[in-house]
């Protein structure tokens, strides 16, 4: 039996105005919205919006571009759809908060992405915003992906295993051998270990530490180009409770912009190609090597590094079974090394020495530094959120380590800061008859202005 619903006949179709409307908006959304057209962006074009057929007015017209991501983020075919009055913020301020929120906290990126989808849009498609991979926080899939959002964009690499933990080998291991295919991007490397494990920098280096390989065919030696850091520009390793005493040759010997080093508790091959053209240096002696062989050992170092700025160097003392080789790297003379450029040199001593190292006041008295402006001398037991330091006496051989700086510090330098156990307040009248053009003069955190004095 047919049932009583069935239509008796068939409904022509029309094409109603309010179709064709619909229609046309997402074919061409320009034609809504004319202002647009000729609105400019800093991001434009980042989309995957190509409209396929244009209309010929738009498609003559000089002013014509593909809709921007600004378009894309807060305008819809939704008439009705509600927009939250931070969408009015432009596209450069929301990256700018998006940037320094990330700094602070590694998922910040992803908590935002989640937000809307015009927040979610703008993050993916700023690439700049995903360079940063900070180990600590990730898993291997997350970084992965921030790789690939990362594109063409250089990458600033961190990995601080938690404080108070073994660092897990097998996890450090995996995260290398991702970074590896990628070190070429990588604008900044930093490694810090507070915990002890052995063959730490074993497991860490190894991968980025690749030998030359020989070419029997070309009968010449060649390096794996994997581990070139073509755009490195700082590098930082600190592991200071390290006892491998093996030296480590990075990069292959490749990095022509790196010019900010950083390391503590380490033994480097110091090769010019890597470290000619440092303009900074942090040095924390690794304690392998005391006395007159430390000595030579950084001067060794310090002679590539000729066109270094500024320059802070720390001894650190170990208990050692037996003493370790080095052999020079250079045939210089002993006599004076000459850091022609160096403006900053921070002088600082370990918390556990209970005096200056006289490694210290020999690696002085062997450096020439004729330009020097600015000279710190740290006491690393005085942090500033203790006042412990307020009461600590001054080193037994202060005195002597302050008439030395007299003769071997040009009277030309303009900064002179002293903490800790360095300050000598009964030494301070003759050093500010010595240095002659001294402005500022600061003493345990307390700075004075000599100029309007």
């Known amino acids: 039996m047919p049932s009583v619903l069935r239509r008796s006949r068939r409904r022509e179709l029309t094409l109603t105005k309010s179709f064709t409307s619909a229609i046309q908006e997402k074919v061409h959304p320009l034609q809504r919205f004319p202002e647009l057209i000729s609105c400019s962006s800093f991001i434009a074009g980042r989309t995957d919006f190509h409209p396929s057929s244009?209309?010929?007015?738009?498609?003559?017209?000089?002013?014509?571009?593909?809709?921007?991501?600004?378009?894309?983020?807060?305008?819809?075919?939704?008439?009705n759809l509600q927009h939250h009055p931070i969408h009015t913020l432009p596209p450069e301020l929301l990256i700018r908060i998006f940037e320094l929120g990330s700094f602070d906290d590694a998922t910040f990126l992803i908590i935002i992405s989640h937000v809307c989808h015009p927040w979610r849009t703008l993050a993916i498609h700023t690439h700049t915003l995903w360079r940063r991979l900070s180990f600590g926080?990730?898993?291997?899939?997350?970084?992965?992906?921030?790789?690939?959002?990362?594109?063409?964009?250089?990458?600033?690499?961190?990995?601080?295993?938690?404080?108070?933990?073994?660092?897990?080998?097998?996890?450090?291991?995996?995260?290398?051998?991702?970074?590896?295919?990628?070190?070429?991007?990588?604008?900044?490397?930093e490694l810090r270990f507070s915990s002890y494990s052995p063959f730490l920098w074993n497991t860490t280096l190894g991968p980025i530490c690749r030998p030359e390989q020989r070419d029997d065919n070309m009968d010449r030696h060649a390096f794996a180009p994997l581990v070139h850091a073509l755009q490195l520009e700082k590098l930082t390793l600190c592991f200071p409770e390290n006892d491998d005493t093996k030296e480590f040759t990075l990069f292959a010997g490749v990095a022509p912009r790196l010019y900010n080093v950083t390391l503590d508790g380490i033994r480097l091959t110091w090769l010019?190609?890597?470290?000619?053209?440092?303009?900074?240096?942090?040095?924390?002696?690794?304690?392998?090597?005391?006395?007159?062989?430390?000595?030579?050992?950084?001067?060794?170092?310090?002679?590539?590094?000729?066109?270094?700025?500024?320059?802070?160097?720390?001894?650190?003392?170990?208990?050692?079974?037996?003493?370790?080789?080095?052999?020079?790297?250079?045939?210089?003379?002993?006599?004076?090394?000459?850091?022609?450029?160096?403006?900053?040199?921070?002088?600082?001593?370990?918390e556990s020495d209970i005096d200056i190292p006289p490694e210290l006041t020999s690696l002085l008295s062997r450096l020439s530094v004729p330009n020097l402006r600015e000279?710190?001398?740290?006491?690393?037991?005085?942090?500033?959120?203790?006042?412990?330091?307020?009461?600590?006496?001054?080193?037994?051989?202060?005195?002597?380590?302050?008439?030395?700086?007299?003769?071997?510090?040009?009277?030309?330098?303009?900064?002179?800061?002293?903490?800790?156990?360095?300050?000598?307040?009964?030494?301070?009248?003759?050093?500010?008859?010595?240095?002659?053009?001294?402005?500022?003069?600061e003493v345990d955190g307390v700075e004075k202005d000599l100029v309007h004095m």
């Open 272 to 350: 010019p190609e890597l470290y000619g053209r440092l303009t900074h240096l942090d040095y924390t002696h690794h304690g392998f090597t005391t006395g007159p062989t430390a000595v030579d050992e950084v001067l060794g170092m310090i002679r590539i590094s000729c066109a270094l700025r500024e320059l802070r160097v720390c001894f650190r003392r170990r208990v050692l079974d037996g003493e370790v080789l080095y052999l020079p790297h250079d045939d210089a003379p002993a006599g004076e090394t000459h850091l022609l450029q160096l403006e900053r040199l921070v002088l600082a001593v370990d």
């Open 137 to 189: 926080s990730h898993g291997l899939r997350l970084w992965k992906e921030r790789i690939a959002r990362a594109r063409g964009c250089s990458l600033d690499v961190t990995i601080i295993p938690p404080q108070h933990h073994c660092p897990d080998i097998d996890a450090l291991a995996l995260q290398l051998h991702l970074i590896v295919p990628h070190i070429s991007r990588a604008r900044s490397f």
């Open 54 to 79: 244009p209309s010929p007015s738009i498609a003559k017209s000089p002013d014509f571009a593909r809709p921007s991501l600004t378009f894309s983020l807060y305008r819809s075919p939704i008439s």
């Open 375 to 441: 000279l710190h001398l740290v006491d690393l037991r005085c942090q500033p959120a203790s006042r412990r330091w307020w009461k600590l006496a001054p080193f037994p051989g202060v005195r002597a380590a302050l008439s030395l700086f007299q003769v071997t510090i040009p009277s030309s330098i303009k900064v002179l800061a002293m903490a800790g156990r360095w300050a000598d307040h009964s030494s301070i009248p003759a050093l500010a008859t010595h240095f002659r053009e001294l402005h500022n003069l």
